[in-house]
């Protein structure tokens, strides 16, 4: 056996048991020059760099164990969110079936609601067209109005009437020609059905006590149709306020409506002559009656309104240029009680 220094073993002595060993002076020599090279060149090789790389190579390695802790954990939300978005696309691709469903069937109701409303309006117009025809006979609207069925058939008819132009598109209230439709139709017989109603004395009456909404949605009709659009409606409707303008409480609804003035003001610029016809009927009549000239003096006064009225009294109509003529006249005997009347205070 040899000893790690080289050379044959030395005998063990008895010592040997206490735990000495004998070494060779040679050996111990050459064992505390190997120290002292360790002790001297050691720091050289074990310096703070060493000792920071040591550290980061452990702090690498539980940060890449981290990581790989957290790549599992992110493998496993992956595979779960992938689970989740399979069963996602199965109902989403359920729905749009149910989707192209439901569009078939609305697709169908919508078919058959229009059938239906055409098949009402057809009939409406039909209904209204008669009624229209036997209102113009002053007798049948008096035994309208002796039955008790008149309110009713006007409370349909102010409903009826404010849902027309509300259903429209823009598009097709800019048109300047008329709308002929089955609804256009049926609008105009029960708007005409209204005018003849309105031209018995009864029935001026009725509309002027108890149908204020049916004369508000006939101004309100009027403000919404532009200029150009619908013509003959709008002619029937004016037709109906001027009726209603003969009883002394219409004429006092007209002159108390905010309304009624501007709307005069901007109908006198439709492309109908028969709609500004009809408007200075309407103004006319305010215009005759004494009660009307103290309540709408300044109103009636406006320059603005009288530059409008003076265009027709050079209008190749006749009927027109006749009105505006006479409303003109009127006009100016106003401003003179008016100018009589401060010339007093």
Known sequence: MYSSFGGPPLPMCDEAKDGFVRVRKRDL???TTEVMQLREFLPRVVNRNLIDRLHKTRVTQTVKEHLTQEHEQSQQECLHLKSRLDALQIECQREREEKLQLREQLWQSGA?????????????SAVCSILWNCS????????WLADGTLHTFLVIATQTLGSFVKTLDEDVKSRSEDYNTQEYQFVLALT??????????????????????LLDTLIKLLELMKPGVF??????MLMGLYNTSISVKGLKYMMEHPAVLPLIRTLLEDRSW????????????????DVAQPRLGAALLD?????????FTSSVQPSLKQLAQQIMTDLQLLMQVQGCKQNKQ
């Open 192 to 213: 005409g059905t209204i005018t003849n109603i309105a031209a018995v004395t009864n029935g001026r009456d009725l509309l002027s006590s108890s149908s204020h909404d």
């Open 29 to 31: 020599e050459k064992l």
């Open 112 to 124: 058959e609601l229009q059938q239906h409303s055409d098949y009402c309006f057809s009939l409406g």
């Open 303 to 311: 320059l603005d309104l009288q530059a409008r009225i003076s265009i």
């Open 136 to 143: 113009s006979k002053e007798d049948m609207v008096k035994q």
């Open 231 to 236: 013509p003959k409606l709008k002619v029937l």
């Open 274 to 289: 028969e709609v500004c016809l009809h408007s200075l009927r309407l103004l006319q009549s305010m215009l005759l009656e």
